[in-house]
């Protein structure tokens, strides 16, 4: 009985650590919606090590993004391009299954869009027959003249196929576009495979992609060539539709796709930096949400129910959002609104000075203080001597502003008399009576005139400084 127990524990041993087999059953179906993560973060990984009964430990991939890829029939594809890939008189090119694929710009000005992969499935092989694209509103319908061969089936260790896939198509009024790829596959290893979503046994397919794209467009009067080659590594186990992972190396990318579940990312609410305004000014508090379970309902202290608000608080206020999200996590934030003072700037009451007399005007102020006055003066003072309107604008170190107005008036200078005697040159000082004398001005200009009289006096009365 001993050595029957052992052979059985033997026998069980090896059962566990054998080759799985990939089949048909294991490719996707119409209606599968089946979730990936990606990232291109593989740091630390050799990906090309395998072997037999290999263990593959990737537990540490880290999701940047995910997506789902959503299998559909291909009779509810647009008909333009069933005409290719529904046609029972072209069996061969004839999908079983179609997949949508995100739109993407080839060159600029050049959009790709409406993207969907057609696909065959037959009991000894899972093949690409060909793609549909919509080019700058143009459908066009990209049949492959070798469908492109993805596994042969069933996949054992060891088995090699190749394929060469071509396409070219002139495209009326806007030039020519072409495929070339030829893929190599090997079957290079087996064994467990580790990755977030868990551990599992798979069948890894190696494959290399020589690919060359090209495009022609005339208006632009310009060819793109693009020669690329790629290494793909797929490991595949029973039921899951898609590789579990996928890692695809094209120069220095490395583009890494793994089975997963729904990843919710972290929960994160934030209201930014304190703010500054000046007295009766607004400014608007955003609440910048992320991750989380959207949609999300607001509540701020203000009552408001939406994710921002307009606010003009008199003093210096902290203004707080609170943030629910559909998984039922709550998050709260504040943020402080600052109001500085505007300067205080006071030149006076309106005044008059003296004729000749000069007045200083003084905007006060503080430190990091900003000044213009009304001719240009950018000091805090401002020497004034003719009648005016002065004004002042200043700004604190917040970039709050004040301004004040004065009017300057020059009062009536006073009146003086301006006499004199004009004498003839002589011994006796005779007297020059109705002698003409004038009174000019700074300019040399006659402002005025009077005759002496009998005793050669005169008066001018009075004058204005």
């Not at 037999?52 to 430990?57: T, Y």
């Not at 696909?119 to 700058?136: A, F, L, N, Q």
């Not at 064994?191 to 020589?210: A, D, E, N, Q, Y």
Request: glycine share 8%; proline share 5%; with cysteine.
């Amino acid at each position: 009985m001993k050595y029957i127990l052992i052979l059985i524990l033997v026998l069980f041993s090896l059962n566990l650590n054998s080759q799985i087999t990939i089949n048909a059953g294991d490719m996707p179906n119409v209606g599968d919606t089946i979730r990936k993560s990606i990232t291109t973060n593989g740091a630390g990984y050799n990906f090309s090590q395998t072997g037999n009964d290999f263990v593959w430990d990737y537990p540490s991939l880290s999701s940047m993004s995910q997506a789902v890829d959503s299998f559909i029939s291909v009779g509810s594809t647009p008909f333009i391009y069933q005409v290719a890939f529904n046609n029972p008189f072209d069996p061969d090119h004839r999908a079983t299954i179609a997949l949508p694929t995100e739109d993407f710009n080839f060159i600029p000005g050049f959009e790709l869009t409406d993207i969907i992969d057609y696909y065959k499935e037959t009991s000894s092989k899972y093949v690409r027959v060909g793609t549909g694209i919509t080019i700058i509103g143009i459908p066009v319908a990209m049949k492959y003249d070798i469908p492109e061969l993805l596994y042969n089936f069933p996949l054992t260790m060891g088995n090699v196929d190749s394929t060469t896939s071509i396409f070219s198509m002139a495209i009326p009024s806007m030039g020519f576009y072409s495929t070339t790829k030829k893929r190599v596959n090997t079957v290079d290893g087996w064994g467990m495979l580790t990755t977030p979503f868990g551990t599992h046994p798979v069948i890894r397919v190696k494959s290399i992609i020589h690919q060359n794209d090209s495009i022609y467009v005339d208006s632009l009067g310009i060819g793109v060539p693009v020669n690329r080659t790629i290494i793909e590594y797929n490991w595949l186990g029973n039921n899951f539709g898609i590789p579990l992972l996928q890692v695809v190396e094209e120069g220095p990318v490395t583009t890494i796709r793994y089975l997963d579940v729904v990843y919710i990312p972290p929960f994160d609410l934030s209201l930014g930096l304190p703010q500054v305004i000046c007295e009766g000014d607004s400014t608007v508090i955003k609440a910048n949400v992320s991750g989380g379970c959207p949609p999300y309902n607001f509540l701020w202290n203000t009552g408001s129910t939406i994710d921002s608000i307009i606010v003009s608080p008199a003093s210096t206020t902290s203004f707080t959002v609170t943030v629910n999200d559909a998984c039922g996590d709550t998050l709260t934030a504040n943020v402080m609104v600052i109001v500085s003072s505007s300067p205080n700037i006071d030149l006076g009451n309106d005044t008059t000075i003296n004729f000749g007399d000069t007045l200083e005007l003084d905007a006060g102020g503080g430190l990091l203080y900003t000044y213009l006055w009304s001719d240009g003066s950018i000091g805090q003072t401002l020497m004034v001597d003719t009648a005016g309107t002065y004004w002042v604008e200043v700004t604190n170190f917040n970039g709050c502003t004040a301004s004040d107005t004065i009017n300057v008036s020059i009062g009536v200078p006073p009146a003086n008399n301006i006499s004199g005697t004009i004498t003839y040159d002589n011994a006796f000082a005779t007297a020059l009576a109705g002698v003409k004398v004038y009174l000019l001005d700074n300019a040399q200009q006659k402002i005025d005139s009077v005759n002496t009289d009998i005793s050669g006096n005169y008066i001018f009365q009075n004058i204005l400084q």
